[in-house]
């Protein structure tokens, strides 16, 4: 029996499903540092509140496809107004 690592397991189209995936989560967080910034220097500027917002946005959105790069445009453009 042949043994083959966990990641080439899923075949290709799963492996390119899942390489994607981390790529997104990549992109996501480092949205994510800025859009948690942005959020502390208007909610409360101090370190207990960027420490809270990085939380969400660079752990628990990133994770989730798209969601950290809507909370980005979305707080991009409540900040330009």
């Not at 029996?1 to 967080?29: D, E, K, P």
């Not at 660079?58 to 979305?74: D, E, M, R």
Request: charge should be positive; include cysteine; hydrophobic fraction near 45%.
């Amino acid at each position: 029996m042949n043994q083959t690592s966990t990641l080439f397991s899923f075949g290709i189209v799963g492996t390119l499903i899942l390489l994607a995936w981390y790529v997104l989560i990549v992109v996501q967080a480092f949205l994510g540092y800025g859009t948690a910034y942005r959020k502390a220097k208007t909610n409360g500027d101090n370190g207990l509140s960027l420490f809270g917002w990085l939380i969400v946005y660079c752990s628990l959105a990133s994770l989730v496809p798209y969601l950290g790069i809507h909370l980005w445009k979305k707080n991009k453009n409540i900040d330009q107004k």
